[in-house]
């Protein structure tokens, strides 16, 4: 069974990509997953703050021996060589990487302002990456911050790497904008090479006990997959980019119905952290199954069965199934509106 894809241009043996997690942390995990079946690996983020805080921690050190033995120059720490402060372990991390494995190794930033984002990203590119993943994960909390900022910091950020590297770039996305059709085809048309739909927001939870905000860390479960599956299905024929989708995925299922919306490629992260790394291979087993039994003879034959048809009118697709909803649910449950 042929489960080839297209992904960001680059050609991957199979549609199931392990998304950024603790997986990739080790090159154990990297290696069982590619040995599973995996057709990319997307690298655990480097995020802004830790960058920020390395150069905090780098000056700091610098400034407490500026006054002594000026003359030694050798005296002073040495500045990092692989790439800008604070990104060295990860750049070499991605190195290593890159040269254990026979798939593409996709490195993944994850930060919210525009600010040092290109320098890292084409370091990133140097220590091997077959492509960048830019996270932008911001919560617009502060009331003075318009829909219309939010969206112009995604261009900003995208305008910066996009000029400075010159391997394929994929922005993911979160699900709360107010016209997320219009988001993607702006960043679609400033050469993003591909949407990841859509990005967690890792909400607290209360302690009502210890009366106390607690991390709201969760896996993800199927019934997430529903959203980032609608607009993938509304996006399929009308942006130029690779499609990927991430959140809910945990049996071969999920990701028959991601492709059915239209996805190029099935992330996940959840599943394999639940079941460990060897996951991939019953999720591409269960695949190659399901197009045996429906009469495929590639992933591509089912890609996109189930996206909104090319001309319709996305609005009205969607608002015709909700209606459709109602009315089955009706059929069990009686009036709900």
């Given at each position: 069974?042929?489960?080839?894809t ?9 549609p ?11 090159l154990?995990?990297i290696?069982?997953v ?15 703050e ?6 905090v921690?780098?000056?700091?050190l ?7 033995f ?7 720490p040495?500045?990092p ?7 060295t372990?990860y ?10 494995v026979?798939?593409?190794?996709i490195?993944?930033?994850n930060?919210s302002?525009?600010?040092g984002?290109?320098?890292i ?5 140097s ?21 219309a ?10 305008a ?5 590297v010159?391997i ?7 699900p709360f904008?107010?016209?997320t059709?219009d988001?993607?085809?702006a960043?679609?048309?400033a ?5 990841v ?11 009502t ?13 199927p ?12 996006l ?7 499609l990927?989708a991430?959140?809910?995925v ?5 990701v ?5 919306a ?19 291979g ?13 009469g495929?003879a ?6 996109g069965?189930?996206a ?18 109602l009315?089955e ?9």
């Amino acid at each position: 069974m042929d489960l080839s894809t297209d992904y960001l241009g680059l050609r991957l043996r199979s549609p199931i990509v392990a998304s950024a997690s603790p997986v990739s942390a080790t090159l154990d995990g990297i290696r069982r997953v590619v040995d599973a079946g995996a057709g990319a690996v997307v690298l655990y983020s480097l995020f802004e703050e830790q960058v920020r805080a390395q150069e905090v921690e780098d000056l700091l050190l610098t400034e407490a021996h500026e006054g002594a033995f000026g003359e030694a120059l050798d005296y002073f720490p040495n500045a990092p060589s692989v790439g800008p402060a604070g990104t060295t372990p990860y750049l070499r991390h991605l190195e290593r990487a890159a040269a254990a494995v026979d798939v593409p190794v996709i490195a993944s930033l994850n930060g919210s302002t525009p600010g040092g984002w290109t320098s890292i990203a084409s370091s990133m590119e140097s220590a091997g990456a077959a492509a960048l993943e830019l996270n932008v994960y911001a919560v617009p909390g502060d009331e003075g911050v318009t829909g219309a900022d939010v969206e112009r910091r995604h261009l900003e950020i995208l305008a910066g790497v996009r000029e400075a590297v010159s391997i394929p770039l994929a922005v993911k996305l979160s699900p709360f904008f107010s016209a997320t059709g219009d988001v993607a085809a702006a960043l679609d048309a400033a050469g993003a090479d591909g949407l990841v739909l859509f990005n967690r927001f890792l909400q607290p939870d209360v302690d009502t006990e210890a009366i106390r905000v607690v991390p709201g860390v969760t896996f993800s479960s199927p019934v997430e997959a529903r959203l980032p599956r609608t607009w993938i299905a509304i996006l399929r024929h009308r942006v130029h980019g690779s499609l990927a989708a991430t959140t809910g995925v945990d049996a071969a299922e999920d990701v028959v119905a991601y492709l059915l919306a239209g996805a190029d490629v099935v992330m996940t992260a959840s599943a394999l952290l639940r079941h460990g790394p060897e996951h991939v291979g019953v999720l591409a087993s269960g695949l190659a199954a399901w197009l045996e039994r429906k009469g495929f003879a590639s992933v591509d034959g089912a890609r996109g069965l189930l996206a909104v048809p090319e001309g319709a009118h996305a609005g009205a697709e969607a608002r015709a199934g909700y209606v459709r909803a109602l009315e089955e649910a009706r059929g069990h449950y009686g009036s709900l509106a």
